[in-house]
């Protein structure tokens, strides 16, 4: 379950950027006078449409994998992890809505910038007033969504620490600070001794790995040496 529970977090992490991204679009639109569409020479600062609407045409893609990745691995959760996903995935819902409104608009400014239509003022108007209200659905969910997000942060904190607490007590280890040092020690470097002494399942590998080598008899240097280079290597191999 903790890897569900990172995955969801990291999802929340991607959707969070596409919204920046988003925003950027967003700024850039509606901070434009009606005259910019077809500006004066040296006076406006034409805007490039069709490119808006290429960047908003891809961040809908990518927020679509990304609802899709949340319905991928909902059945898998707990019922606190469930009820985040499923907000998550409303919230990305209501984001591609967003999206794809603001990406018609973006069509239509375009084609009237080469004067290829005739976008009147009172359309640009309806589709801003439809624009808006998903913009404040949007809205709406992601504080909800930010509440969620801080209750299974605040509650998967404390059932990580419980779990790594368990898992010192079973090779009767006194604390994580101990096992951070003695990887730091044998050359593991602070991002793997991190990585350790923060994941249960890792945490406990390198105990055992620690165990089976003392049986075997070797020294505390050649089993603080081995061990270290062995979960370096798992770790390696979990990331390929």
């Given amino acids: 379950m903790s890897n ?12 969070n950027n596409l919204l920046g991204s988003y925003i950027r679009i967003h700024d850039a639109v509606f901070r434009f006078s009606w005259r910019k ?18 960047q908003a045409a891809q961040i809908l893609s990518e927020l679509e994998t990304r609802n899709q990745q ?35 608009i973006l069509h239509q400014l375009y084609l009237k910038s080469q004067r290829s239509n005739k976008y009147i003022l009172n359309e640009y108007k309806r589709q801003c007033g439809l624009y808006q209200n998903a913009v404040d659905k949007y809205i709406r969910i992601g504080s909800q969504l930010n509440e969620l997000y801080r209750e299974l942060h605040e509650s998967s904190s404390k059932l990580d620490y419980d779990e790594i607490e368990d898992v010192l007590r079973k090779w009767n280890k006194n604390s994580t600070e101990e096992v951070y040092w003695e990887l730091m020690v044998a ?4 991002d793997i001794a991190r990585r350790v002494t923060s994941d249960k399942d890792l945490l406990d590998k390198y105990l055992q790995l620690r165990n ?12 603080l040496l081995k061990s270290a280079f062995d979960i370096q290597e798992l770790i390696a191999k979990e990331s390929e």
């Fill in 4 to 15: 569900i529970k990172n995955e969801l977090k990291s999802i929340a992490v991607e959707v």
């Fill in 37 to 54: 569409i077809i500006p004066l020479p040296f006076i406006f600062k034409v805007i490039d449409f069709n490119d808006l609407y290429s």
């Fill in 70 to 104: 949340i319905n991928n691995v909902i059945k898998d959760t707990t019922p606190k992890q469930r009820r985040f996903a499923h907000f998550l995935s409303e919230y990305c819902t209501a984001l591609i809505e967003t999206v794809s409104l603001l990406k018609e």
């Fill in 187 to 190: 050359g593991a470097g602070e």
């Fill in 212 to 223: 089976q080598l003392r049986q075997k008899g070797a020294s505390r240097k050649g089993e």
